[in-house]
């Protein structure tokens, strides 16, 4: 048997369905494997792939996190400007 790591991004439908640390985690630990010198091609390659969608997954999520913290504000000339979202600071633990 292989001690191939569990992909926590699988098929290209379960990628999208990854949460952003979840994804970072595994891209963090797919880039340390493939600088140990221990995998053979064929598994560099697969995990390569798999890291080229773990980085488009990350890239979604941040871009999706970005437009909810933005807003259309009207500007006294009546244009359209994008305003950061002010969010209410964290509750206390």
């Known amino acids: 048997m292989s001690k191939t790591p569990k992909s926590s991004a699988g098929s290209g439908g379960e ?3 990854v949460p952003f ?4 985690k595994r891209l963090e630990g797919i880039v340390t494997a493939m600088e ?3 995998l053979q091609l064929e598994t560099l390659l697969a995990r390569y792939e ?3 969608k773990l980085v488009e997954v990350c890239q979604a999520r941040l871009a999706a ?3 909810r913290l933005e807003q259309l504000e009207k ?4 244009e359209l400007a994008r305003k950061p ?3 209410p600071p964290d509750p206390a633990p």
């Open 65 to 67: 996190a970005e437009v």
């Open 36 to 38: 140990s010198d221990d």
């Open 50 to 52: 798999e890291g080229v």
């Open 15 to 17: 990628a999208a369905e």
């Open 21 to 24: 640390e979840t994804a970072l």
């Open 75 to 78: 500007t006294a000339a009546g």
């Open 85 to 87: 979202v002010e969010l």
